[in-house]
């Protein structure tokens, strides 16, 4: 299949979707939508182990391209809510629970849901031109995309209310300080480091790096019971993985691992 709106490849066991609507500022629209999600069916069905996320040109994504909903200014006859239920929230539901490690790597502004897209993947690589806005307020809105959910839980609440009330754009450098996202890349290296990470990570024992995502993202649900629980749980099934024997062997026997994700 071909795509109008995002580039899309695998190899090396990366699947590489490129938001790709540079005159815009890779803005989603429904065309948008319906693409990354045929894109994300192919990286499951077409064995991928790793996804990266990236834009064109230069930002991210600036969040929803507001002209696609077709109102006039003044009017409000789109209904939001059906928008968030049916585009919005199957996509971040969609990066949190894919059984492989989600690297994004925000080459530019990433804007209102392009910021909380973001923030969804597992691994955030940040240019040091990138800046981060909840742009939400500025319209009347709050921020979508599981932007209420992930800024406090990262951030703190003071942090969280301040960066989404005023809508001040957050630096990456400023981003990394602030545990928002994992590292701050100067421009010129971003593509490439990004790119190498993934590498790694799709040659890495994937069940249990998808195992640990899915423990660190359970757990803010849990009690410390539940969690000791849980851990044992995953510990048990991946016991048994040949990724684990692999790993052991390769430990003893001094040689690099040559896992399979089985």
């Not at 999600?37 to 182990?49: F, I, N, W």
């Not at 190498?196 to 990570?201: G, P, S, W």
């Not at 024992?205 to 423990?215: D, K, S, V």
């Not at 024997?245 to 896992?259: D, Y």
């Amino acid at each position: 299949m071909s795509f109008e709106t995002i580039m899309f490849d695998i190899s090396e066991g990366v699947a590489t979707l490129t938001l790709n609507r540079p005159d815009r500022l890779n803005s989603f629209t429904v065309k948008m939508h319906g693409e990354v999600a045929e894109a994300l069916d192919r990286t499951e069905k077409e064995g991928a182990r790793a996804l990266l996320l990236t834009g064109a040109g230069r930002g991210f994504c600036a969040g929803q391209d507001l002209s696609d909903r077709a109102v006039a200014p003044g009017e409000s006859a789109v209904d939001l809510g059906d928008s968030v239920e049916r585009f919005y929230n199957p996509l971040i539901r969609r990066l949190n629970t894919i059984a492989m490690p989600v690297i994004c790597a925000v080459n530019g502004v990433a804007a209102g849901a392009g910021a909380n897209i973001a923030l969804a993947c597992d691994i955030v690589l940040a240019a040091r031109s990138a800046k981060f806005i909840q742009s939400f307020a500025a319209i009347g809105l709050i921020p979508d995309s599981g932007g209420t959910w992930v800024l406090p839980r990262l951030v703190g609440q003071a942090r969280a209310l301040g960066l989404a009330i005023t809508g001040e754009p957050l630096s990456a450098e400023r981003a990394e300080e602030w545990g928002l996202i994992w590292k701050c890349i100067d421009d010129e290296a971003l593509a490439g480091e990004a790119r190498a990470l993934a590498v790694r990570l799709a040659a890495g024992p994937t069940q249990g790096l998808a195992a640990t995502r899915t423990a660190i993202r359970g757990a803010w649900a849990n009690t410390l019971d539940e969690e000791l629980d849980n851990e044992r749980d995953l510990m048990r099934r991946l016991g048994f993985s040949a990724d684990y024997k692999e790993g052991v062997a390769a430990f003893m026997e001094k040689r690099k691992p040559k896992f399979t994700g089985a």
